[in-house]
């Protein structure tokens, strides 16, 4: 049997595969708002055969917002577009998950299709963003302020309240974001984070955040239910955030009821040089896995079914997490089964007599 395509428990939740939709950020909300493009986007990769679809990055507060078109959860009206979603996405037989996140030094910036570069400034809509240090991302982005504890406290109480949010908004699992160079991340990384109090300096104060929010989250959300973390391996910078640290870091979090790493990288250095090619970061997943003893979760450049496969049977990683190649292809997982052997997807109802390869039909009998 395929592993890939078998069944996958973690606390009391049983996902009915181990491929899952990535966050994927789609900058088309306003005021965060969900709307039809998310219903679409998500509901259609539940309709393909993923067994758990993530939301994007979703803001926990309004200024922690990559762009102002970001998906947040920081007010209760935002909790009922996101409930019509769920709905849909339980229907088809898949969980819904949501990422909760912060930007940081990295908020306000603009979408990435509209071609600029760098910080919205707060005169044409935009806002000063925070972070750890007055360190800047980059000379086109705007410097931070440097957060004081009552904005650290406020985050983590932000957090909190958006966990809540989500769990009457109807998802199953939250994934706390600590990767890709936003607020968390900063705090993780030397090369964003140069506070001298208890929130830098030395490993065990450059996590703290992390391990606050996280705990802060894993206490609000029902024991049945996982909590997953999405952690950036490595920096991609000599003297940055680094495997090792990463191990360290898992631990900590498994010990405060963390259920899976969600294994990325990079992020946190506009000058970083990855090598990047087919399961370029599974490697790091598999470390972690190996030496933590926590489940975890690969992305990165993961394409064929049988290469997920591989990954999976070789106990590199317990979830594959598919982003570009389900915006390519939203039925993957459905192609997936049939190239695996495994007869276990079924196609919805509606597309069956289109999709059947044992009863091939005319495009004439597929009638208005």
């Not at 904005?151 to 957090?159: G, H, K, S, Y």
Request: with cysteine.
């Amino acid at each position: 049997m395929s592993l890939l395509l078998a069944p996958y428990t973690l606390r009391h939740l049983t996902l009915p595969n181990r491929i899952a939709v990535s966050p994927m950020c789609q900058y088309s909300s306003v005021d965060g708002l969900a709307n039809d493009w998310h219903l679409v986007h998500l509901g259609s990769r539940a309709v393909g055969g993923a067994g758990l679809v993530f939301t994007e990055a979703t803001a926990v507060t309004a200024d922690g917002r990559i762009t102002a078109q970001d998906l947040g959860l920081w007010d209760d009206v935002q909790i009922a577009p996101l409930q019509r979603i769920t709905r849909f996405i339980t229907a088809q037989g898949a969980v819904p998950g949501i990422q909760l996140a912060h930007a940081g030094r990295k908020a306000s910036t603009y979408r990435p299709w509209l071609g600029k570069q760098g910080s919205v400034k707060p005169a044409d809509g935009g806002w000063t963003p925070i972070g750890p240090s007055s360190i800047a991302f980059d000379p086109q982005h705007t410097a931070p302020i440097e957060m004081t504890k009552a904005q650290i406290d406020e985050v983590i109480q932000a957090f909190v309240d958006a966990a809540h949010r989500a769990l009457n908004a109807g998802f199953k699992v939250v994934e706390v974001h600590a990767a890709h160079g936003y607020l968390l991340h900063q705090f993780l990384s030397p090369l964003s984070n140069q506070r001298r109090d208890e929130y830098g300096s030395c490993f065990e104060n450059r996590i703290r955040l992390t391990l606050q929010v996280t705990e802060a989250v894993r206490n609000v959300w029902p024991e049945e239910l996982p909590v997953f973390v999405r952690l950036s391996a490595t920096d991609w910078v000599e003297d940055g955030w680094n495997p090792d640290e990463t191990v360290a870091l898992a631990k900590r979090l498994r010990a405060l009821g963390v259920d899976l790493i969600d294994v990325s990288s990079g992020g946190t250095s506009v000058n970083a040089e990855i090598p990047t090619g087919p399961g370029y970061q599974t490697r790091f997943a598999a470390k972690v896995r190996e030496e933590s003893g926590i489940a975890t979760g690969t992305v990165g450049m993961i394409t064929e079914p049988m290469q997920a496969e591989t990954i999976l049977r070789t106990a590199q990683a317990d979830i594959i997490f598919l982003a570009r190649e389900l915006l390519r292809d939203p039925y993957w997982p459905l192609h997936a089964d049939d190239d695996l052997g495994g007869n276990k997807a079924t196609w919805p109802a509606q597309y069956q007599r289109a999709t059947s390869r044992a009863n091939p039909i005319h495009e004439s009998d597929l009638r208005d």
